[in-house]
């Protein structure tokens, strides 16, 4: 498929921005399954409010909790203004920034694309860069490493969205390569390399391939909150349109996306737990599940939207004492903690863990043919 030309993404771009910001792009029947998450609480945890210990170090970055402002865009004036106060924020108050996708930057006419030039306002931030699979696969990985120095990433997302493309208007159809690209760059990049879904999640078979292919970093981004599906379905016509309404709430929810990510071997290093995440409620449970943090999107971008820079900083401040409340009331003193806490699955998520366990057995059954 012939690259698009920059108009014509900084023109979907903004319509993205608009949807998420105030359109009914949630999913409708699937959630997140996080509700069915029940940390169970301890009347004893022999602790103060000030021992719990909220940091945690990703990419080689300390983050004062477990937050990480989740990819959203790039690519238009808008973008920029939302790029710089959010990116402002996660510098100046510890969390993680991930940019939109960088596909516009792939047209080097363009030169440095301020939109996604954050360092100048969040120079101490740990900055996820983005790209589509699809791009990473025809671009190789000197324009990558192009793209990641530009704007002075420490790590490179990579985002797997099949179900996106093949309902926007004159998307990608083409997804083969993609788990050879990323286990080149897994092997190669000077930057950690994660592989990240765009809300439709990161099912049992996907992981196993990424973990076979090398690549230690994944971003779940489950179903259950902004179905991207539904972002195309608005901007598409016709066939597309019906085929959106069908697909809207297609995917793997978070909480069993984050089961079938930790399940996986070899163990990855990072699994961030993005995907309709819109509490430190929800990144609590979802580090119990196995994740190393939360992302946390389109909450984030309605309290800028709706009050400002004030209320997006005001917002992840709630978020990060939610983390730090749950923490306390089951006895964890760090997020790592959090792992071995005790849970109670409620039936939708127990039947998704079936599946990843049932996945586990297959795969060991079909290793010791093999080596019979």
């Known amino acids: 498929m012939t690259e698009a030309p920059a108009t014509d993404i900084s023109k979907r771009k903004a319509d993205h921005i608009d949807l998420c910001a105030t359109g009914d792009v949630g999913f409708r029947a699937k959630t997140t399954l996080l509700a069915e998450v029940e940390l169970v609480h301890d009347a004893l945890p022999e602790m103060t409010i000030d021992e719990v210990d909220t940091s945690v170090t990703l990419f080689g970055k300390r983050l004062s909790a477990p937050i990480i402002i989740a990819a959203m865009t790039g690519g238009t004036e808008k973008a920029r203004e939302i790029n710089l106060e959010l990116a402002r924020i996660a510098d100046e108050e510890g969390y993680g920034f991930g940019l939109g996708s960088q596909r516009a930057m792939l047209d080097t006419t363009l030169g440095r694309d301020p939109t996604y030039d954050v360092r100048r306002v969040a120079p101490n931030v740990l900055l996820l860069g983005n790209i589509g699979g699809v791009q990473a696969r025809a671009s190789g990985k000197a324009a990558l490493e192009d793209l990641v120095g530009r704007v002075r990433a420490d790590a490179l997302c990579v985002h797997l969205n099949p179900a996106m493309e093949i309902v926007q208007p004159g998307g990608d159809r083409d997804f083969t390569g993609i788990v050879d690209i990323l286990a080149e760059l897994a092997d190669e990049l000077e930057v950690p390399v994660v592989a990240k879904e765009t809300g439709c999640g990161i099912g049992p078979a996907a992981a196993a391939k990424l973990a076979k292919a090398g690549v230690r970093h994944v971003d779940v981004s489950g179903a259950g909150g902004t179905s991207w599906v539904a972002v195309e379905m608005l901007r598409a016509e016709g066939d597309a349109k019906e085929l959106g309404v069908m697909l809207r709430d297609w995917g793997v929810p978070t909480a069993a996306s984050v089961l079938s990510v930790a399940a996986a071997k070899p163990r990855f290093q990072t699994i961030i737990a993005t995907g309709g995440v819109s509490s430190g409620v929800d990144i609590a449970k979802a580090i119990a599940l196995g994740a190393d943090a939360g992302g946390i999107a389109r909450p984030v971008l309605q ?58 057995r297959s795969k060991k059954k079909a290793k010791s043919r093999r080596n019979r």
Do not use: C, H, N
């Open 303 to 360: 309290a800028l939207t709706e009050r400002g820079p004030e209320g997006a900083r005001a917002f992840l401040r709630r978020v990060k004492s939610e983390i730090a409340s749950v923490m306390l009331l089951t006895g964890a003193k760090t997020p790592k903690d959090l792992r071995s806490v005790d849970r109670v699955l409620g039936e939708p998520l127990a039947r998704w863990a079936d599946v990843v366990a049932r996945s586990g």
